[in-house]
């Protein structure tokens, strides 16, 4: 005789979400109290969360930018609607589709690996435009976010010469776009797999590092230097040598917080070390353009809340192509 077994259901009060115990702990799904809404707050049912680099190390506790609970709910970039209202709230209404990211103290309060979320209304959330998919939706928040900044933070770049180093993921995809739209001529960085969807977005030239020298080959096609660098994945030794491609007057660009400003300057080069001041009106713009079609999308890979643990804990740090987005 067989004994069926049946999976264990759920309360109706309880949620799942991606947690971890302690700074480097591994990630594993968790059931928690689904939240209720307090003054000021709404309650987000998740449809889809965005993942980013900056998960894992949060997750890591190499970088604490805020105070942290623990158990820490990971994620920052979602989308979803609005379930229920707290009081006094008047932003938003029940139904609402909104997209966000919500690092917010205390880290792990917030987290949008998780099949709900409540948060204060004044925090970053913005409408989904008309037509724009909550998956797509979800990709954009912190790599599109990150992106339009850079290139603002760059202008005026027409007939300007910017390289980007690491444009096959995420933030990379869409400043390359951002870059183009604004007059810029981009080199783009990026491997084999993806130089046609670079020449697809504008960029004017490709460079694969695995098969030749970054250095040597923009020194070969641009002796005078380049007016700027956008580099999103090199560590501090990597970002110096390929700053030096940087022509005097230019501008130096890092996400990773590894500019020597200083010896830069002494160069005459502007090093920025580059961080996102998230708000909701950058989110609007950003999914504006999206729905819009002036930019799109990177490929976006999409997994289940259970294949997240074991996405976050592979030994891959720093994906090369495109989003990955959890969907619920």
């Avoid at 998780?114 to 008309?130: F, G, H």
């Avoid at 007016?227 to 501008?251: E, H, M, P």
């Avoid at 002036?294 to 259970?306: C, D, G, M, N």
Wanted: charged share 20%; with cysteine; aromatic share 4%.
């Amino acid at each position: 005789m067989c004994e069926h077994r049946t999976k264990p259901q759920l309360k109706e009060a309880d949620l799942r979400a991606i947690t971890v115990t302690e700074y480097g702990a591994t990630p594993a799904i968790a059931e928690m109290p689904t939240p209720e809404p307090g003054p000021g707050q709404v309650l987000l049912r998740m449809r889809a969360a965005g993942m980013n680099p900056m998960d894992r190390t949060l997750a890591s506790g190499d970088w604490k930018p805020m105070p942290a609970t623990f158990p820490m709910v990971l994620g920052a970039d979602g989308a979803g609607v609005v379930e229920k209202l707290g009081d006094g709230t008047s932003m938003f209404s029940v139904g609402d589709d909104l997209v966000y990211q919500l690092l917010i103290p205390p880290l792990g309060s917030a987290g949008t690996y998780a099949e709900y979320v409540a948060v204060a209304e004044d925090a970053p959330l913005a409408r989904v435009p008309s037509g724009l998919d909550d998956v797509v939706a979800a990709s954009l928040p912190t790599a599109g976010g990150a992106a339009l900044s850079l290139v603002e933070l760059l202008e005026p770049l027409t007939d300007k010469t910017v390289l980007i180093i690491g444009a096959g993921g995420g933030v990379g995809s869409f400043a390359t776009q951002f870059a183009v739209i604004a007059g810029g001529n981009v080199i783009a960085n990026v491997r084999a797999p993806d130089v046609e969807r670079m020449r697809a977005y504008g960029a004017t030239e490709t460079i694969d590092h695995t098969t030749v020298s970054i250095i040597d080959t923009v020194r070969q096609a641009h002796p005078d230097g380049v007016d700027a660098l956008v580099d999103v994945v090199s560590d501090a030794a990597a970002f110096a040598s390929l700053a030096s491609l940087v022509r005097k007057g230019g501008t130096a660009v890092t996400t990773r917080y590894v500019a020597d400003q200083d010896a830069l300057g002494a160069t005459g080069i502007t090093g920025v070390n580059f961080a996102l001041q998230p708000s909701s009106e950058l989110f609007e713009r950003v999914a504006e353009a999206v729905a819009e079609g002036r930019i799109v999308a990177p490929p976006i890979t999409r997994i289940s809340l259970e294949e997240a643990p074991a996405v976050l804990s592979s030994p891959q740090t720093r994906p090369t192509s495109g989003k990955t987005v959890i969907t619920f």
